[in-house]
């Protein structure tokens, strides 16, 4: 579909464990199958929320197009929105790691800077700069919610202390990282509103890394000169 999050949780990897060939660790067989149910699942969900609406699709409805039982989503799943939302999942923490994997001679928003400019010329749904359809259902979908907006703040919450803690957990770096996280939300809307307006990601590339560039500014100089 369109923002790829399975991240099970408590996944067991006890089971026999196959190389993934990408050079990251291999994945039991129990791990494997864990995450295709969360795909199918969410899949399912996703297709009957962009058809009807989330608020007119039950979660006894889902479960029944999964072909599992209502208990055994909500182990997957907690909350109906997550099954939209679980998609996010990968990103909750990706600030933090891009902090934590930067170069020694990389200050950690020149590294935030430069992984956010590259998702633009990526066209990463993420940044909101993406006008293949099925990005623009989802995230139509997503932002039409207001049940998903509210559970999306939570994901936001923890990237925001996830990145704090990548910064040093302090006070100040709790500060920055309220900053940036906000900084990175709203460029990623912004995008997103242009486009679903009709103009089309090559039209608003030039603007969002323009747009990008003085929110990093404004990040390293402070609020003042522009109060």
């Not at 704090?164 to 709203?186: E, K």
């Not at 089309?200 to 609020?223: C, P």
């Amino acid at each position: 579909m369109v923002m790829n999050g399975e991240n099970p949780a408590n996944g067991d990897r006890s089971d026999s464990a196959s190389a993934s060939g990408d050079g990251s660790p291999p994945v039991g067989l129990r791990e494997r199958k864990k995450r295709l149910t969360y795909q199918a699942v969410s899949d399912a969900a996703i297709t009957m929320f962009l058809e009807r609406g989330f608020d007119k699709v039950s979660v006894a409805e889902v479960a029944a197009a999964a072909d599992i039982s209502k208990p055994t989503l909500f182990r997957y799943f907690p909350a109906k929105e997550d099954l939209v939302l679980h998609r996010f999942a990968d990103h909750e923490d990706e600030a933090a790691r891009v902090v934590t994997g930067r170069a020694p001679d990389e200050t950690p928003l020149g590294a935030l800077r430069r992984h956010f400019l590259d998702g633009l010329d990526r066209r990463d749904p993420v940044t909101g700069l993406c006008d293949v359809p099925q990005v623009l259902a989802f995230l139509r979908l997503l932002y039409g919610t207001p049940a998903l907006v509210a559970r999306l703040h939570a994901y936001q919450g923890r990237s925001e202390a996830a990145l704090a803690r990548a910064l040093g957990g302090g006070v100040p770096d709790r500060l920055a990282a309220g900053q940036i996280i906000a900084v990175l939300r709203i460029l990623a809307l912004e995008n997103w509103r242009r486009i679903d307006a009709g103009e089309s990601a090559d039209r608003v590339y030039a603007g969002a890394v323009q747009e990008a560039e003085e929110a990093f500014v404004q990040l390293r100089t402070g609020l003042e000169p522009h109060a």
